[in-house]
């Protein structure tokens, strides 16, 4: 093809845009002495590359001549489909990388010969293993196969066979030996035992031995265990990945009789582990009868033996024992504890101020005769709480919990008692640091009248109408008057072809969503008993004689009619537009918008958009989309495609405001949906407990007005606060954002149906 | 007369069903009978609430009329209508009037399946008036002590057009349902399911594990009833993959992700 040809043709191809010449010549040049049909198919790519990205696009077409060397034509498309699905999960960098350095590796695997990778097994392993433990766990991709315990972190890809059901069977193994480690209590209770453990293994000259060994002793636990509770997966396990491994040549290290054991079929199990242990102890493990101190207690001989006669073998590991990464377990559990500790925390300061001024008064005087002459800005009040039975030996969680605050004895509500309860079975003891924290909340709260010093306020930005709005303040119950002040604005239109490229993108679903739209707008049903209608009601005909043989005046409504349903409905959706939505999620957000948009328009109930954020109390920010009435045209569109994460989310005067919206429609059932990606959250006070709680008051606001608000999340910690803030039944949770713009129609249809 | 009698006594519950009971349920419902109070079941598909009506009639040796509700029940299919026999007008009896008019137990199967404007008819029996005018007949029935009405809904459905009425709602004595504590579902799934106590408890894990996918995006986790039916498959010589994939796997999602990671779990635990 002549290269002025291929230059025209571009250009055409990439329309409106108009790249710098220079670049175009330069990657087109070398194609001017190749035959047409590779001509035509590099041009044939340029419209998948180039709204995606303009240098990939270049980048292809600069490195496609060497490229064919090696791929032929009919691979390329699939060779682009695994560029762009890196560029969208690891960005430009990999999709370059890949593309440049990768053919080989890419080639092989096009093969068949290339192992499992994660992204391909993670769509059914995330449910499976979830399941499995009945614990929100993730999966992760590491090196070293491990766990922290709340995450399980696996290789990017497995090959361990050329067979796609082993591989994805050792994915398995993997997950559920690492939860094996966490059901059987490896790491110990608590992170401060963690901890303890950790110091246990650094007593040794070589820790590594010592944490090998111990690992290894519990992997005989957990196997013992698996085969209990998991029988099949194990089952399958012994037939295709323990054989494999027992196969000596396979492995140029010598094994230990230890780890033959964790891998050996069932029966075998109890004489290789009698070659290493004594009798009593062999049987607590095979038995599974043993515990995490005896692993320590046999660690310790373990590791003078094989010191003695320098046996290495026993620091080998297989792949899906991982190892132990007793740091981060310590990390991850102190992360969850500090957040259940903050949880409580607050739940303890909630029920303080619930209590009478009286007996708050009573708790509150000594403290104010100690400090008296001081200011009370800062109450310092001692609050012991334990268990009855704390500090003798055998300590009993069953036990009534004692709070006493400066020697007082308080009763604690049933759901705080309880929460504390597992608390102290998770973690061995109260937490001290948060108690007395909230103490002092409610003492601060006690002393002062005004919580919040005047804050200052931002000046009004033009064009905006101002409403102000009250604040529910969970630890008063009661509203703080006109607390916060919303400004309503309209988004600045932004020119970009985002909503005909979702449209691209999303091609085949706008047509399957318009159809199923349509067949929802007409619910065609028959309707009887009509005074007209196309064809005779037989059921009320015989009544209306019989009614007349009986006596009674013969209803005249003997008609059947077709009926189109009318559905009159109103939503609004409101859209999160905080800081923590920027990347993707806004992406997603916004495309999901445009197929409901598109979605609705068929189906014709009325809808309106709108976007908040804000800062402080006094400018939360509502952001006009589309309203109700407004058609879907293009300055909607524009507007659509400006939403872009600003900066917090108070949710609580949002809700209020689009309650104030509806309140004023008239249609059968009228609809809020919020579409967040976690809690709601201010820069200022408007956070945790208190943020939940206004957030649920103005949802039950919402309700009282006979309005349905349902909430979509994509938070991956949603799960506690959602049900209380929304009630059960009104979220749904999303766990992969790519995801929510082929749901969110879906949930919209549940919903309306 | 004769006639209707005989309707009625079809409705009776001569053989005890079986009733695992998880709490003070029975005595509740007893309490509410003998108060003349009608009865309100939720909880989710499958958890024995149907079950534990049929229990109560035998308890309370009545027979129990079960209307199972949709959107086209009308107030006439309640409450009856005038048929004609032979060339005359003959009124019948609904199922809600022949409950009333003989002291039987009526249960409204997922009433929000109903249209709320048939659903107002049982208003003026689910109060302290427990009377039911029938218009045609220019009749006001009015229910002996034996007769209770009781109905039952899943809460965790999610359309918004699918609720109860707050005025609809606030007259009964609401019952909340679960599935039960695994030892006992265990027990209910080895004897109904007719399976050993292995396997009964391996189905109970597993149906543990699914109802932990809600947030995954499985609607509804297995009911003890799905359990019962995969018992029932198992002993009649279907192997225990077959049969969980068909009773337990299937009908709980066509999502192929979620299956998969469901058949997952099945291959792991038998």
């Given at each position: 093809?002549?290269?002025?040809?291929?230059?025209?043709?571009?250009?055409?191809?990439?329309?409106?845009?108009?790249?710098?010449?220079?670049?175009?010549?330069?990657?087109?040049?070398?194609?001017?002495?190749?035959?047409?049909?590779?001509?035509?198919?590099?041009?044939?790519?340029?419209?998948?590359?180039?709204?995606?990205?303009?240098?990939?696009?270049?980048?292809?077409?600069?490195?496609?001549?060497?490229?064919?060397?090696?791929?032929?034509?009919?691979?390329?498309?699939?060779?682009?489909?695994?560029?762009?699905?890196?560029?969208?999960?690891?960005?430009?960098?990999?999709?370059?990388?890949?593309?440049?350095?990768?053919?080989?590796?890419?080639?092989?695997?096009?093969?068949?010969?290339?192992?499992?990778?994660?992204?391909?097994?993670?769509?059914?392993?995330?449910?499976?293993?979830?399941?499995?433990?009945?614990?929100?766990?993730?999966?992760?991709?590491?090196?070293?196969?491990?766990?922290?315990?709340?995450?399980?972190?696996?290789?990017?890809?497995?090959?361990?066979?050329?067979?796609?059901?082993?591989?994805?069977?050792?994915?398995?193994?993997?997950?559920?030996?690492?939860w094996g480690f966490i059901a059987c209590n490896s790491f110990l209770s608590s992170p401060n035992k963690t901890q303890d453990l950790q110091d246990f293994f650094n007593s040794f000259k070589s820790p590594l031995l010592a944490s090998a060994i111990y690992q290894n002793l519990e992997s005989i636990r957990v196997r013992v265990f698996?085969?209990?509770?998991?029988?099949?997966?194990?089952?399958?396990?012994?037939?295709?990945?323990?054989?494999?491994?027992q196969d000596e040549s396979q492995h140029p290290v010598p094994q230990s009789p230890l780890q033959l054991a964790i891998i050996a079929n069932r029966e075998d199990i109890n004489s290789l582990l009698a070659k290493t242990l004594c009798n009593p102890d062999c049987k607590a493990y095979t038995e599974g009868l043993a515990a995490p101190?005896?692993?320590?207690?046999?660690?310790?001989?373990?590791?003078?033996?094989?010191?003695?006669?320098?046996?290495?073998?026993?620091?080998?590991?297989?792949?899906?024992?991982?190892?132990?990464?007793?740091?981060?377990?310590?990390?991850?559990?102190?992360?969850?504890?500090?957040?259940?500790?903050?949880?409580?925390?607050?739940?303890?300061?909630?029920?303080?101020?619930?209590?009478?001024?009286?007996?708050?008064?009573?708790?509150?005087?000594?403290?104010?005769?100690?400090?008296?002459?001081?200011?009370?800005?800062?109450?310092?009040?001692?609050?012991?709480?334990?268990?009855?039975?704390?500090?003798?030996?055998?300590?009993?969680?069953?036990?009534?919990?004692?709070?006493?605050?400066?020697?007082?004895?308080?009763?604690?509500?049933?759901?705080?008692?309880?929460?504390?309860?597992?608390?102290?079975?998770?973690?061995?003891?109260?937490?001290?640091?948060?108690?007395?924290?909230?103490?002092?909340?409610?003492?601060?709260?006690?002393?002062?009248?005004?919580?919040?010093?005047?804050?200052?306020?931002?000046?009004?930005?033009?064009?905006?109408?101002?409403?102000?709005?009250?604040?529910?303040?969970?630890?008063?119950?009661?509203?703080?008057?006109?607390?916060?002040?919303?400004?309503?604005?309209?988004?600045?239109?932004?020119?970009?072809?985002?909503?005909?490229?979702?449209?691209?993108?999303?091609?085949?679903?706008?047509?399957?969503?318009?159809?199923?739209?349509?067949?929802?707008?007409?619910?065609?049903?028959?309707?009887?008993?009509?005074?007209?209608?196309?064809?005779?009601?037989?059921?009320?005909?015989?009544?209306?004689?019989?009614?007349?043989?009986?006596?009674?005046?013969?209803?005249?409504?003997?008609?059947?009619?077709?009926?189109?349903?009318?559905?009159?409905?109103?939503?609004?959706?409101?859209?999160?537009?905080?800081?923590?939505?920027?990347?993707?999620?806004?992406?997603?957000?916004?495309?999901?918008?445009?197929?409901?948009?598109?979605?609705?328009?068929?189906?014709?109930?009325?809808?309106?958009?709108?976007?908040?954020?804000?800062?402080?109390?006094?400018?939360?920010?509502?952001?006009?989309?589309?309203?109700?009435?407004?058609?879907?045209?293009?300055?909607?569109?524009?507007?659509?495609?400006?939403?872009?994460?600003?900066?917090?989310?108070?949710?609580?005067?949002?809700?209020?405001?689009?309650?104030?919206?509806?309140?004023?429609?008239?249609?059968?059932?009228?609809?809020?949906?919020?579409?967040?990606?976690?809690?709601?959250?201010?820069?200022?006070?408007?956070?945790?407990?208190?943020?939940?709680?206004?957030?649920?008051?103005?949802?039950?606001?919402?309700?009282?007005?006979?309005?349905?608000?349902?909430?979509?999340?994509?938070?991956?910690?949603?799960?506690?606060?959602?049900?209380?803030?929304?009630?059960?039944?009104?979220?749904?949770?999303?766990?992969?954002?790519?995801?929510?713009?082929?749901?969110?129609?879906?949930?919209?249809?549940?919903?309306?149906? | 007369?004769?006639?209707?009698?005989?309707?009625?006594?079809?409705?009776?519950?001569?053989?005890?069903?079986?009733?695992?009971?998880?709490?003070?349920?029975?005595?509740?419902?007893?309490?509410?009978?003998?108060?003349?109070?009608?009865?309100?079941?939720?909880?989710?598909?499958?958890?024995?609430?149907?079950?534990?009506?049929?229990?109560?009639?035998?308890?309370?040796?009545?027979?129990?009329?079960?209307?199972?509700?949709?959107?086209?029940?009308?107030?006439?299919?309640?409450?009856?209508?005038?048929?004609?026999?032979?060339?005359?007008?003959?009124?019948?009896?609904?199922?809600?009037?022949?409950?009333?008019?003989?002291?039987?137990?009526?249960?409204?199967?997922?009433?929000?399946?109903?249209?709320?404007?048939?659903?107002?008819?049982?208003?003026?029996?689910?109060?302290?008036?427990?009377?039911?005018?029938?218009?045609?007949?220019?009749?006001?029935?009015?229910?002996?002590?034996?007769?209770?009405?009781?109905?039952?809904?899943?809460?965790?459905?999610?359309?918004?057009?699918?609720?109860?009425?707050?005025?609809?709602?606030?007259?009964?004595?609401?019952?909340?349902?679960?599935?039960?504590?695994?030892?006992?579902?265990?027990?209910?799934?080895?004897?109904?399911?007719?399976?050993?106590?292995?396997?009964?408890?391996?189905?109970?894990?597993?149906?543990?594990?699914?109802?932990?996918?809600?947030?995954?995006?499985?609607?509804?986790?297995?009911?003890?009833?799905?359990?019962?039916?995969?018992?029932?498959?198992?002993?009649?010589?279907?192997?225990?993959?077959?049969?969980?994939?068909?009773?337990?796997?299937?009908?709980?999602?066509?999502?192929?992700?979620?299956?998969?990671?469901?058949?997952?779990?099945?291959?792991?635990?038998?």
């Amino acid at each position: 093809m002549r290269p002025a040809t291929l230059t025209k043709r571009f250009y055409d191809l990439v329309a409106p845009d108009i790249p710098n010449e220079w670049d175009v010549e330069e990657v087109l040049d070398p194609f001017a002495d190749k035959s047409d049909a590779i001509c035509e198919a590099a041009l044939g790519h340029v419209p998948v590359i180039w709204p995606v990205s303009h240098s990939l696009c270049y980048d292809f077409l600069r490195l496609l001549p060497e490229a064919l060397h090696t791929l032929s034509l009919e691979q390329i498309p699939r060779w682009i489909g695994t560029t762009l699905d890196l560029y969208e999960t690891k960005g430009l960098r990999a999709a370059q990388r890949f593309m440049q350095d990768d053919l080989k590796e890419y080639l092989s695997k096009l093969e068949g010969s290339g192992g499992l990778p994660l992204s391909v097994a993670s769509k059914q392993l995330l449910p499976y293993i979830r399941g499995i433990a009945r614990d929100d766990l993730r999966i992760s991709v590491s090196r070293q196969c491990y766990t922290d315990t709340r995450t399980i972190f696996v290789p990017e890809e497995v090959n361990f066979s050329t067979n796609y059901d082993t591989n994805f069977l050792l994915y398995k193994l993997m997950l559920t030996f690492q939860w094996g480690f966490i059901a059987c209590n490896s790491f110990l209770s608590s992170p401060n035992k963690t901890q303890d453990l950790q110091d246990f293994f650094n007593s040794f000259k070589s820790p590594l031995l010592a944490s090998a060994i111990y690992q290894n002793l519990e992997s005989i636990r957990v196997r013992v265990f698996l085969n209990q509770e998991l029988p099949g997966l194990m089952k399958a396990a012994e037939k295709h990945i323990f054989d494999k491994l027992q196969d000596e040549s396979q492995h140029p290290v010598p094994q230990s009789p230890l780890q033959l054991a964790i891998i050996a079929n069932r029966e075998d199990i109890n004489s290789l582990l009698a070659k290493t242990l004594c009798n009593p102890d062999c049987k607590a493990y095979t038995e599974g009868l043993a515990a995490p101190h005896d692993s320590m207690r046999i660690t310790e001989l373990l590791y003078k033996d094989s010191e003695q006669g320098e046996d290495e073998s026993l620091l080998n590991t297989f792949s899906f024992q991982g190892v132990f990464k007793l740091g981060q377990v310590v990390t991850a559990g102190k992360i969850k504890e500090q957040k259940m500790g903050e949880e409580l925390s607050d739940l303890m300061a909630t029920y303080l101020l619930s209590l009478s001024k009286k007996e708050l008064a009573a708790l509150m005087q000594e403290d104010q005769d100690k400090k008296s002459g001081n200011n009370l800005a800062e109450s310092d009040v001692t609050m012991v709480m334990d268990s009855e039975f704390a500090g003798t030996a055998k300590q009993d969680i069953d036990a009534p919990l004692l709070v006493t605050i400066n020697n007082q004895e308080i009763d604690l509500p049933q759901e705080l008692e309880e929460f504390s309860k597992t608390f102290f079975k998770e973690f061995g003891h109260l937490p001290a640091k948060f108690i007395s924290s909230a103490a002092g909340k409610a003492g601060h709260l006690m002393l002062e009248q005004d919580i919040e010093s005047s804050s200052k306020t931002d000046p009004t930005p033009e064009g905006a109408t101002n409403i102000s709005y009250d604040e529910w303040d969970y630890r008063r119950q009661g509203y703080r008057k006109n607390w916060c002040t919303l400004h309503c604005k309209s988004l600045t239109p932004v020119h970009s072809s985002f909503i005909r490229n979702t449209l691209d993108k999303y091609h085949g679903l706008t047509i399957r969503l318009r159809h199923q739209f349509e067949m929802m707008r007409s619910q065609e049903h028959f309707v009887k008993r009509q005074r007209e209608g196309d064809d005779i009601d037989f059921d009320a005909l015989v009544e209306s004689i019989s009614d007349t043989k009986a006596g009674l005046p013969g209803s005249d409504r003997l008609f059947i009619r077709l009926q189109r349903d009318e559905r009159d409905i109103a939503v609004l959706f409101l859209v999160d537009m905080s800081n923590s939505t920027s990347g993707w999620i806004n992406t997603a957000l916004k495309e999901s918008l445009v197929l409901m948009a598109e979605a609705m328009e068929v189906l014709g109930d009325r809808y309106g958009i709108y976007g908040f954020s804000g800062m402080r109390r006094s400018r939360c920010e509502f952001f006009h989309v589309k309203h109700l009435n407004e058609s879907y045209g293009d300055k909607v569109k524009e507007r659509l495609t400006s939403i872009a994460p600003s900066e917090y989310t108070r949710m609580g005067p949002a809700i209020r405001h689009a309650t104030k919206i509806l309140q004023d429609v008239d249609a059968k059932a009228r609809l809020i949906i919020t579409l967040t990606d976690g809690k709601p959250e201010d820069y200022d006070d408007y956070k945790g407990q208190y943020a939940i709680e206004d957030t649920r008051h103005a949802l039950l606001e919402a309700k009282t007005a006979d309005i349905h608000p349902f909430c979509i999340t994509i938070d991956q910690e949603a799960k506690e606060y959602m049900k209380h803030m929304y009630g059960p039944a009104n979220y749904i949770f999303i766990d992969d954002v790519r995801k929510l713009p082929v749901r969110m129609p879906e949930i919209y249809r549940a919903l309306t149906s | 007369m004769k006639q209707q009698n005989q309707r009625l006594e079809e409705h009776l519950i001569i053989e005890k069903p079986y009733y695992l009971p998880s709490g003070s349920e029975i005595e509740i419902a007893l309490a509410a009978h003998k108060n003349g109070l009608p009865l309100l079941l939720k909880g989710p598909t499958g958890c024995g609430k149907t079950r534990f009506m049929q229990f109560l009639a035998w308890k309370l040796k009545l027979p129990l009329i079960t209307v199972s509700c949709h959107d086209d029940l009308s107030t006439s299919d309640l409450v009856g209508r005038y048929l004609i026999r032979s060339g005359e007008a003959v009124w019948t009896d609904g199922p809600l009037t022949l409950a009333v008019r003989y002291g039987a137990i009526c249960y409204l199967d997922e009433i929000v399946e109903a249209r709320k404007d048939t659903t107002v008819v049982i208003h003026p029996l689910a109060d302290d008036r427990r009377e039911l005018p029938i218009e045609k007949r220019g009749e006001l029935l009015n229910a002996p002590p034996d007769f209770m009405i009781s109905v039952s809904y899943n809460p965790g459905y999610q359309s918004v057009l699918k609720d109860l009425k707050p005025s609809t709602r606030q007259r009964f004595v609401a019952l909340s349902f679960d599935y039960p504590s695994p030892e006992m579902e265990a027990e209910i799934v080895l004897r109904e399911g007719n399976v050993t106590q292995d396997i009964a408890r391996s189905l109970v894990k597993l149906a543990g594990m699914t109802r932990s996918l809600k947030e995954s995006g499985l609607a509804e986790g297995a009911s003890t009833r799905l359990l019962i039916q995969t018992g029932q498959l198992l002993g009649s010589g279907i192997d225990i993959h077959t049969a969980c994939r068909a009773a337990l796997v299937e009908p709980l999602s066509d999502d192929p992700e979620l299956l998969g990671a469901l058949q997952e779990m099945v291959s792991s635990i038998f």
